[in-house]
């Protein structure tokens, strides 16, 4: 199956509450990619037989303005829109809030929605992914005397998976947000027990089944953007600790 995609489409609406938790417009980049074929629009080049994307860009940006209770309720809105004005099978999406959280540059939803194989109307929606992107967490971190002084910052990302992705959250920048509570207090030697405790924490207090999570120091180097470590952890992988 190939993909026809429109990137970072420019969406101002309210979803569920900016990081002040106030219910205010926000803005919202949404990346669409729908499954269909191009052959015959590759072999005779004509653009009656390409797949027009108008009506999908058209149906995402009508979203404008409009208000909607979470994250997970907006990507569901513009999938089951994009599919509607589509010929395609499916459709993914990324969905990405800049301002969710104070601490962060966005918040980032994946999603897919497919329509049923028996011709039927209901189409088939699946959340797949929860992203928090450069997670700016100051605190205790690294071995040499300098660093034991004061906090430094800590830019971490985490991929998250599983369930609690797939349900309603009006206010899930608090769930989000106690990962900045938690460790913003905390100390270590090392950037690996600092992953390792976040991925602890993600899955057994918050209740998430996988996370990535990926943390990086940009103070240490002057001509770099710091030494990193990213784990991947399920639940499973911490049996026996």
Known sequence: MDIVFIRDIAIRAIV?????????????????????????AGQTDNIADALDYRPIYKAATALDSQQFPELISFTRAICDSALEASAGQSVEATVRLQNALLHADGVELEA?????QDGT?????????LRVADLRIPC????????????QPLIANL??????????????QVLLGTIFERFE?????TIEAFVTAVAKFVIFDL??????VSARKP????????????????RDSFQGD
């Not at 205790?140 to 906090?151: F, P």
């Open 16 to 40: 569920g509450h900016d990081c002040w938790h106030r219910a205010k417009a926000q803005s919202i980049s949404a990346t669409l990619r729908i499954s269909t074929s191009i052959h015959r």
């Open 207 to 212: 209740g998430f089944d996988e996370v990535t």
């Open 112 to 116: 897919s929605m497919t329509k049923a």
């Open 159 to 172: 991929t998250i998976s599983g369930k609690l992705v797939g349900e309603g959250h009006a206010d899930y």
């Open 219 to 234: 103070s240490v180097f002057s001509m770099a953007d710091g030494p990193g470590v990213e784990i991947t952890r399920t």
């Open 185 to 189: 207090k905390s100390s270590y030697l």
């Open 140 to 151: 205790i971190i690294g071995v040499g005397a300098h660093e034991r002084v004061q906090k």
């Open 121 to 129: 109307p209901i189409a088939v929606w699946e959340p797949k992914t």
